[in-house]
């Protein structure tokens, strides 16, 4: 029964590498991404020295691994618009509770992670038990954490922002693991870098190599016909929530432990850049189609416009212009892509 439904699938279809290559969901981003590169890369010779990569993967990296989860969820065809506002939540608690309440570090980290994974669970479940849209769901939980996120922070401290972290006990390890950075070609790079990729290879191979990588391209393509054959789709689509919970926990935590402190508004606007960056990747708004390595892509791109820009002596309000047409055009690729490969299959 479970041959039945992969393969339908592309991913597994005996097909020429010609064939293989176009219906890559990640293939659009590549192309993108050379062609943003090539780009600012003749404007700017900053922007193509390991200087400049350094500095145009440092905000690829944390937005890569919040792109990948939210691809992983977008490919199990649900959304999170509170995964931005999480990494602000995720960021007060290790700084309230480390700072106010003499918690160490790791202690308030765990804290933390408990309380993403169970917001993770609770919109994964609510989605699955109310029938609900996620988008509606979500945005219920941005609103609610975006009020508690200011208004707890305001009545503890009496301010919008929490600092101190670099004095509490534990903070030098896990600077070091979290927020460090790592010479290399004469250069710093982020750790951050190295914690995306190994994130994004993680999700490739969950995605391409397990059982657990066919239930979600099931239960995002087909939920109902998933379902009839023995796939677990409550349980994949709450695995998934709390999985960008998780991404959510360990990119505040990174900007906490780098910054040493946290604002109220961490955080709130991003999970529309996250969004953005998965489908510029290849995912598609409907669920069932997407690439972790294509999120990642879309990530480096935005690193790119982000750094690219100013090295190139622009006005920064050009970046959300540029995104904007890397979104329509993105995802008027990605359905001729996925159209052309179902044609394929007929």
């Not at 293939?27 to 390991?50: D, H, K, Q, Y």
């Not at 992983?72 to 509170?82: A, H, K, T, V, W």
């Not at 409550?234 to 040493?260: D, E, P, Q, S, Y």
Request: net charge positive; proline share 2%.
């Amino acid at each position: 029964m479970t041959t039945a439904v992969t393969t339908a699938d592309e991913r597994v279809a005996q097909v020429g590498l010609l064939r293989r290559l176009l219906i890559r969901p990640e293939l659009g981003a590549v192309v993108g991404a050379i062609a943003v590169f090539t780009f600012f890369a003749t404007l700017s010779p900053v922007f193509r020295s390991v200087d400049g990569i350094a500095n145009w993967l440092d905000p690829a990296s944390t937005l890569g691994i919040m792109a990948v989860a939210i691809a992983m969820l977008m490919i199990g065809g649900e959304f999170d618009l509170s995964a931005g506002v999480l990494t602000g939540t995720s960021g007060l608690t290790l700084a309230m509770l480390s700072t106010v309440y003499g918690f160490d570090v790791w202690s308030a980290m765990l804290v933390g992670l408990v309380l993403c994974l169970t917001i993770g669970f609770l919109n994964g479940f609510l989605v699955i038990r109310t029938k609900l849209p996620s988008f509606i769901i979500t945005l219920g939980t941005f609103l609610m954490l975006q009020g508690i996120n200011l208004g707890v922070t305001k009545a503890i401290t009496n301010s919008v922002q929490i600092s101190g972290i670099a004095t509490v006990p534990g903070y030098g390890l896990a600077h070091a693991l979290f927020a460090s950075t790592v010479p290399m070609f004469g250069v710093q790079f982020r750790v951050a870098i190295f914690w995306w990729l190994g994130v994004t290879a993680v999700a490739t191979w969950v995605l391409l190599r397990t059982k657990a990588g066919n239930w979600i391209f099931a239960a995002g393509g087909n939920a109902p016909a998933a379902r009839s054959v023995g796939v677990p789709v409550a349980r994949t689509k709450i695995a998934l929530f709390m999985t960008t919970a998780f991404a959510a926990w360990l990119v505040g935590t990174i900007l906490a432990l780098r910054i040493t402190s946290v604002q109220a508004n961490t955080g709130i606007g991003q999970e529309f850049i996250y969004i953005i960056a998965a489908v510029i990747g290849g995912c598609l708004l409907t669920g069932g189609y997407g690439s972790a390595i294509g999120a990642a892509i879309g990530a480096v791109i935005f690193g790119m416009a982000d750094k690219g820009i100013v090295f190139a002596g622009w006005d920064s309000d050009w970046f959300k212009f540029f995104l904007g047409v890397m979104l329509v055009l993105a995802t008027l690729t990605n359905n001729l892509v996925r159209r052309y490969a179902e044609e394929k299959r007929k």
